[in-house]
């Protein structure tokens, strides 16, 4: 029924057959093992890729989360420190001046501009009560005056210096610096009152306290927005990490951009000013011109009495007047 040569291929494919057979229950244990390792290595595989990917997740919430705490805990110290700068104390006011004055000090400077004003009246014939007038304004308000004229100055100078003593800190973090040193730098190369307040910093930091509350301090040293920016960053880079030269770098930019807008705002308020001075001075230039050519005509508002009330009377609408015109003509920024 069938050939020779078929019989020798059937003979041949069950030979194969019996010896793959044959094969596999003698390879089956080692197959079986190698596939077990193989999926066992595919799901390490998959863990790891999984934690690689976790972890950046977990860390990037865990920066937020501390942020968010960090940013939650300034805020609560802006409110407090905005509570204290609406009132500051003498001492602070005095240091805010620049001035190592004591309160004894103070009072003592007080009382010798009381003195020098109520003489100075007497001296020139006045009254009793006009020489009590002016000792009273020469005790409380011309050494205020002289600590306030002297804070501005020093807070607008402060301000000047302050965006490149951030230039010097962004470059000596970019090149490798530490932030201590990048401080010590500014506290001994910078100008005042920059330096002096570097300074201060750097003492804080030699005597243990970290370099988020060392800085802390500048704001109420320093009343200015920029200031408090500042504090504001070296708080979260210290707690939450991140590029501090980035966002210093930023602060920097942003401390030139508000100068130049407060350039832009007084340039284009300027005739506004001039023409307030001109118009609160005009009133007093003209009694001095009618004082000199007619002093008769004008006398008599220095020597009766109803002259005296009309002085006093205009005297109060003026001063209403001006302050009137400061407050039109002055832009907070």
């Known amino acids: ?105 103070f009072i003592l400077v007080s009382a010798a501009c009381a003195f020098a004003a109520a003489l100075l009246v007497f001296i020139l014939g006045a009254s009793l009560w006009v020489v009590i007038a002016f000792a009273a304004v020469g005790f409380l308000g011309v050494p205020r005056w002289y600590i306030n004229r002297r804070r501005k100055r020093r807070m607008k100078k402060f301000l000047i210096e302050f965006a490149n003593a951030v230039d010097v800190i962004v470059r000596g973090v970019r090149a490798g610096l530490p932030l201590n040193d990048c401080f010590r730098i500014i506290a001994t190369e910078s100008v005042d009152p920059v330096k002096s307040e570097f300074i201060k910093i750097a003492e804080s930091q030699a005597l243990g306290i970290s370099i988020a509350e060392a800085v802390a301090k500048l704001p109420e040293r320093v009343p200015l927005p920029e200031a408090n920016f500042f504090a504001i960053v070296i708080a979260i880079q210290s707690r939450a990490g991140g590029n501090l030269s980035e966002a210093l770098g930023n602060l920097s930019k942003v401390l030139r951009d508000r100068i130049k807008m407060q350039g832009k705002i007084k340039a284009m308020s300027s005739e506004a000013k001039a023409s307030a001075m001109i118009i609160g001075a005009l009133p007093i230039v003209v009694m001095a011109l009618v004082y000199i050519t007619s002093p008769e005509y004008i006398t008599l508002l220095f020597t009766e009495p109803l002259g005296n009330m009309i002085l006093a009377a205009s005297a109060i609408w003026m001063g209403i007047g001006i302050f009137v015109m400061k407050k039109m003509v002055n832009f907070d920024f």
């Open 1 to 105: 029924m069938f050939g020779p040569l078929t019989i020798v291929i059937a003979i041949a494919g069950l030979a194969m057959l019996s010896a793959g057979g044959l094969a596999y229950v003698l390879l089956y244990g080692r197959i079986q093992s190698e596939r077990t390792v193989g999926l066992r290595l595919d799901q390490v595989r998959t863990r790891n890729v999984d934690a690689k990917q976790a972890k950046p997740r977990g860390d990037a919430a865990k920066r937020r989360k501390s942020v968010q705490e960090t940013l939650k805990e300034i805020e609560e110290k802006q409110k407090a420190l905005a509570k204290k700068n609406r009132a500051p104390s003498l001492s602070m006011r005095l240091t805010q001046a620049g001035l190592d004055w004591s309160r004894m000090t």
